[in-house]
Every structure is written in C-alpha cells, then in structure tokens.
C-alpha cells in the first residue's frame, strides 16, 4: 500500500520554507513487447493494442531510458485531443515524475498541436517531448493512436534515437511511475506530482504569438478585410482552436470561417487526413458555384494542410514550389531562403524554383525528422513534402495553418488569386503534373513481394519500353545526410524517364494494419510547353508504365488505387 506523504522541510533558521508533497516511486514489472519500432512517424497502433496493460508505459519508459540526461529537464506533453489522450498524459506525466523530469509541461485539456508542440520545446528549452497522435489517422476505440518523441530541437527524434528507444523496447524489464492522482488538466496553472513541477499552458497563445512574428497580419487582415472569402476546415482535429484565435480573433475574418473547429475523440467519425479523398466536402465547395477564394485544411495533428483556390487545386508538392517562390514577401523570409529541402517522393517543382534562386535543393527520404539536420545546420530554410506537409525553420515540424499564413501573405500581396499564381508560376517554372495513388490494406507479404520484385528487376529496367517511353535510369533511393554523413538506404525505387519525368515505389511506414503501396506519378512539362491539361490526362502514360514495370494488379489483386491525391 503506497500513501502519499508530504514532507515539511525547514530553512535553517528552523522556519517552515514550502510543503513539498512527494509520493514512493513504483517500479512495475514489464515484459518486452515485441512491436514497438517506431514508424515514418513515431509509434502509431490501434487503441486496443495501447490499452493492453503496460502497453504504453513500456514505451514511454523505453523513450525515457534512451534520452540521456532527462533528469532535472523539462518535458513537454500534448496531442491532438484524439481517444486516449488524456489517459496517456496522466501515465506520462506519473512516469516522468517517477523518472527524474523537473518539470512537464502539458497543453490545456491535453491540447498541443505538433508544430505547437515543436515551439514549446524550443522556447522553453525543454529535452523533448511527447507527441500523442496518429496524425491523420482516425480516432476513437477503434480506431489509431500513437506516441512520437521530439528531441530538444524540437523536431521528430532521428534515426538513432529511434533505434536506441527501439533497442530499450526489446529488452525492457521494468517502468517507473509514482502514486499520484491525475492532475486537472483543464485549468491552467501549475500543480506539483511527486517532485516534479507540472504546468498546464494555454495551447494556442505562444504559437499565435510565433505566427504573428512570421507574417504581415496587418497585411492579411487588410485582405480579408477586402472581401477576401475564406473558410478553414479543422476537421473536428486540433487546429480548431488555433484557428479561431488566429484567422478569426488576430486576422478578423468572420464568425464562421472555421468549420469542424472543435477537436472531437473521434474526429467526428471522420478520417482527418486533409486530401481530396478526406476533405471532399471543402473541394466540393471551393470547385461548385460561390466558392470562397481560398480553402485550406489541416490534418488530426495539425502539421499537414491542405490549400484549394477557388477552382484550383494545388498539389502539396507545387504549394511548396510557389511558397519558396514567394516567400520573400513575408517579413520573415524577406532576406531570403538559405535553401528548399523536399522529400524524395516530392515533385521536382521547388528544385526548379531553387535553381532560379540559385540556393541548394536537399532531396531526402520519407519523414519530416529528415529535414531537422538541415533546418538545424542553417543550410535549409523551407521544407516540403508530397504528403501534404510544408514547414520552415521556424520549428522543426511541418506546419498546418503555417502554410497557409505563407499563402495568405502571398496573396495579399501580390492581391491575385490561387488560379492566377498557379498560371503565373507554371509560364515561369514549367508543371510538374503529380498524383500519388495508393493502394491501402494490401497484405505485408504481398506488398513486400512487389517491392522485392522491383529491387530484383532494378538494374534490368534502363532501356525498357514503356508507354511513357524509355526508362532511363532506376534505382532504390539512399539519403546521406550531408550534416552528419549518415546513411538511409532503401527509401523507394525511383524509375525515370527522359526529362525528368519519373514513377516512385514505396510502402507506407504510417499504416497500422496490412501494407499500404505508394505510387507517385510525375510528368514534367516545361516553360511554354502545355501547361493545362487536366492532371489525370497527363499522367495516364507514366500510370500504365507503373502497372507494367511493378505488377501492381498480380500482387495486390487490385485493379485500381484505393485513393488518389
Ligand atoms: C507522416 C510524416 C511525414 C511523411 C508522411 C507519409 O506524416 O510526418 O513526414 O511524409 O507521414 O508517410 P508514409 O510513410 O505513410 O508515406
Ligand atoms: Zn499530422
């Protein structure tokens, strides 16, 4: 039986200084569980996996044990509101106590974006933190929830950290937590659990804050002010809240601007990934009659966006080539990008923006955590990729209602519309047309066959006939990190084609069940080539290419992706 017991410690004048309540320190057995390799993303499962009995405290613990020097640090903790949140936090904030943190620091009612989450630990110069989300992956008892570690700089911990915490998972013996009671996470304030300080901050107030230092909101206020019609879809996820305060309270557009604004368990049953599948209700919107001129999205944890013009879509990979293009016009960015770092799947539009402006252009493989070297070393200041991620060096995780601060401060600016600036920057730069088809909840093996059977076929492939032409070269994607020569191989099988037009392969490192096949589509069409065919048509030579070379239908047994973006 462990009570808790308040010590009363004297000064040495013998006067009562502070009551300090401490509680006994449990260690609580465990035994390895043997899936617990973090993902693209951190570690991401069903609920019912995270509610087996020590499930998560064998993680958290197994996170704790591979940071060195989290005694006496600060830890900061939040997700994206989704089933299981609450519950997490109070395991976490028990375990950090128990492990030696000085402090935590945890979002009102569990609330913390992720780029939200990336801005505490960098401002208040927490070790890291945890990140409780599945991103756009439902939610709800049934449905997914995970666990990712920040590092101090405040981005997804790297490869080595994730095989260091991995490693711990595999030979775990024990967690440390305290006897203490769950904290109120609604009110803000400090409470004290075990020797540790806890402080409930408001969510939103310092990365409102972060924003209005990045962007002209006089500017944007002046737009929206202008008649300028917008509508921000939250998704029933976490941006709710900061998108009120800021497009609706510091940028004064109307009541109503914000739809789905309050973070709901389940999502509201939806799937909050916002992508033409997903958010089908906002394209329909802003392609059928009275659209608002400019639509934007964001996903469960508020990293990933979504931009729709009115009647215009805009691919993740050209939304990062025009925010490059234009992003001298924000105040932040008004001295110039030190270089465009992309993901390889990513179309190669911002490598012609970045030869334009003469900066370097990074490609690295899948995964935001790439991009932290590079942000951290000065050599990259934008970031982007196809799945809906952009970000800059302002944290280091992609950023949601970031990008479209970005685009609102382009546009008013230069006072065009999405279709005019998409038109604008193709006559300059050329279109890459893109499309990623997926192919969700095929069976492990069967996608690891397809992928095999590629790798085998790789140095066959240059030369091969096609009905997108010759295959000119094809490889399997490796990535060594020009900071720290480090070395990731295996990212995806790049075949390409003359002029730079090329079909990616990889599977999915974000799913929780089953195997999700990725196919990315690019064809390029330079400066003063044809420059407004409709996407589809454009890549249907490069999509039956990919059927030929991958034999997607013999090894998924589907005839057809499942979604396309
Ligand atoms: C997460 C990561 C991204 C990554 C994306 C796609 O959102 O943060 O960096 O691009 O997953 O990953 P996947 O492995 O599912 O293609
Ligand atoms: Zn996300």
């Known amino acids: 039986m462990h009570g808790t017991r308040s010590l009363a410690l004297q000064t040495k004048q ?12 449990l260690t609580v057995p465990t035994t ?59 395991v976490a904030i028990r375990m950090a ?26 401002k208040y110069g927490a070790i890291g933190g945890l990140v409780l989300s599945a991103s756009h992956n439902p939610g709800g008892p049934n449905e997914d929830f995970g666990i990712k570690y920040n590092v101090s700089n405040g981005g997804p911990a790297p490869e080595p950290v994730t095989e260091a915490i991995h490693a711990r998972t595999l030979e775990i013996a024990q967690y440390r937590t305290i006897d203490a009671p769950d904290i109120d996470l609604d009110r ?34 002046a737009l929206l002010a202008s008649g300028f019609t917008l509508s921000f879809d939250a998704m029933s996820a976490v941006t709710g809240p900061y998108a009120h305060e800021i497009f609706e309270t510091r940028l004064g ?19 909050p990934d916002p992508n033409l599948v997903h958010a089908r209700d906002l394209y329909e919107r802003m392609m059928g009659p009275g659209a608002p001129d400019f ?20 691919t993740p990979s050209d939304s990062l080539a025009v925010l490059a293009a234009n992003a001298h016009l924000a105040p932040a960015y008004a001295g110039g990008l030190k270089g465009i770092a992309r993901s390889m799947p990513t179309s190669g539009a911002a490598d012609r923006v970045a030869a334009a402006l003469g900066i370097p252009l990074y490609e690295t493989p899948t995964g935001w955590k790439f991009f932290g070297n590079l942000l951290d070393a000065g050599m990259a200041t934008i970031c982007g990729e196809e799945s809906a991620g952009t970000g800059s060096d302002h944290v280091r995780e992609k950023d949601g209602i970031w990008a479209v601060l970005l685009w609102l401060n382009v546009l008013a600016a230069r006072r065009l519309s999405v279709a ?16 990623r088809h997926d192919y969700e909840g095929i069976a492990t093996p069967a996608g690891d066959a397809l992928m095999a059977h590629l790798r085998e076929s790789l140095s066959a492939l240059p030369g091969t006939q096609t009905a997108a032409g010759t295959v000119e070269a094809a490889d399997d994607f490796a990535y060594t990190d020009p900071t720290d020569g480090s070395v990731s191989a295996r990212q995806g099988i ?46 249907a030579p490069l999509v039956a290419a990919a059927e030929q070379l991958a034999r997607i239908a013999h090894f998924t047994g589907m005839d057809a992706p499942t979604v396309i973006t």
């Open 14 to 25: 013998g006067s009562l200084a502070k009551v300090i309540t401490t509680a006994p320190i």
């Open 32 to 90: 390895p569980f043997t899936d617990q390799k973090p993902g693209t993303s951190g570690l991401r499962k069903k609920v019912r996996v995270f509610q087996q009995a020590g499930y998560a405290e064998s993680f958290i613990q197994s996170v704790f044990d591979a940071v060195p020097g989290h005694e006496g640090a600060t830890l900061v903790i939040g997700g994206d509101g989704r089933y299981l949140n609450r519950e997490v936090i109070q």
């Open 97 to 122: 106590a128990a492990n030696g943190f000085a402090k935590v620091l945890v979002g009102q009612g569990g609330i913390l974006s992720t780029p939200a989450a990336s801005h505490a630990i960098r």
């Open 188 to 221: 803000l304030g400090s409470t004290q659990v075990g020797a540790m300080a806890v402080e409930v901050i408001d969510p939103v107030a310092d990365y409102a804050e972060l924003m209005e230092s990045l962007f002209d909101f006089p500017a944007i206020r």
């Open 253 to 271: 557009a109307p009541v109503g601007t914000v739809v789905n604004g309050t973070p709901l368990p389940d999502f509201g049953h939806h799937h």
């Open 295 to 314: 639509g934007a999205a964001s996903d469960g944890d508020g990293d990933r966006n979504l931009i729709i013009g009115r009647g215009q879509y805009v």
């Open 420 to 435: 005019a600036v998409m038109a604008d920057h193709w006559a300059q730069y050329g279109r890459n047309y893109y499309a």
């Open 494 to 539: 790049r075949v390409l084609f003359a002029g730079g037009s090329r079909v990616v392969f990889r599977l999915s490192g974000t799913g929780t069940e089953g195997a999700t096949l990725r196919v990315y589509i690019e064809a390029c069409e330079p400066a003063g080539g044809n420059l407004t065919q409709p996407a589809a048509e454009a890549l």
